[in-house]
T-cell receptor
Framework: DTGVSQNPRHKITKRGQNVTFRCDPISEHNRLYWYRQTLGQGPEFLTYFQNEAQLEKSRLLSDRFSAERPKGSFSTLEIQRTEQGDSAMYLCASSLEGQGFSPLHFGNGTRLTVT | SQKIEQNSEALNIQEGKTATLTCNYTNYSPAYLQWYRQDPGRGPVFLLLIRENEKEKRKERLKVTFDTTLKQSLFHITASQPADSATYLC????????????FGAGTRLAVHP
């Protein structure tokens, strides 16, 4: 179990640019989640994948945001035409569907700063 | 409206004492309530889960209680240590959910030697 890996750890971009983040979940986990966290707040749910299928998207996820999980392995989160309000920590988590409860395993996030 | 409330002010306690953190919620009917620890610059780490039909759960120095009538959970750390200093998040998993967690804002705990 090597844990959930997120890259890059930090990203500074200018307003209007596009950015893409990558998440590598724990290898046997079939569920993958993206959350966003701003300073002093708890993580807010953005979207969820079961294998390669994106099953739910939060209303927080505007049409500038898109997430993919090709082949049910790693996932990418792209933000187009970034705005200063997009500055936050973007967290990825994974879990294993099965009998009983499976906790979420979070990565250490990608901190985005939009200038 | 639906809310999860945790003490926004930091909790400062002396090493060896018991830390008690509170999580209150309104207009939710959670199937599970979970507690996570988060260190600065890191992702949350799962600590404990308690189900709606359970009153109390323990794990080593940690204890969680869950009162669905009061809509409140208490999280206790006994014999606290400076290494316990972190932000503690409570999270609700709603009935029928697939691990979509709703998080509180967290309470920062500082344990002083």
């Amino acid at each position: 179990d090597t844990g959930v890996s997120q890259n890059p750890r930090h990203k500074i971009t200018k307003r209007g640019q596009n950015v893409t983040f990558r998440c590598d979940p724990i290898s046997e986990h079939n569920r993958l989640y993206w959350y966003r966290q701003t300073l002093g707040q708890g993580p807010e749910f953005l979207t969820y994948f079961q294998n390669e299928a994106q099953l739910e998207k939060s209303r927080l996820l505007s049409d500038r945001f898109s997430a993919e999980r090709p082949k049910g392995s790693f996932s990418t989160l792209e933000i187009q035409r970034t705005e200063q309000g997009d500055s936050a920590m973007y967290l990825c988590a994974s879990s294993l569907e099965g009998q009983g409860f499976s906790p979420l395993h979070f990565g250490n996030g990608t901190r985005l700063t939009v200038t | 409206s639906q809310k999860i409330e945790q003490n926004s002010e930091a909790l400062n306690i002396q090493e060896g004492k018991t830390a008690t953190l509170t999580c209150n919620y309104t207009n939710y009917s959670p199937a599970y309530l979970q507690w996570y620890r988060q260190d600065p610059g890191r992702g949350p780490v799962f600590l404990l889960l308690i189900r709606e039909n359970e009153k109390e759960k323990r794990k080593e120095r940690l204890k969680v209680t869950f009162d669905t009538t009061l809509k409140q959970s208490l999280f206790h750390i006994t014999a606290s240590q400076p290494a316990d200093s972190a932000t503690y998040l409570c999270a609700l998993l709603l009935s029928g959910g697939y691990n979509k967690l709703i998080f509180g804002a967290g309470t920062r705990l500082a344990v002083h030697p």
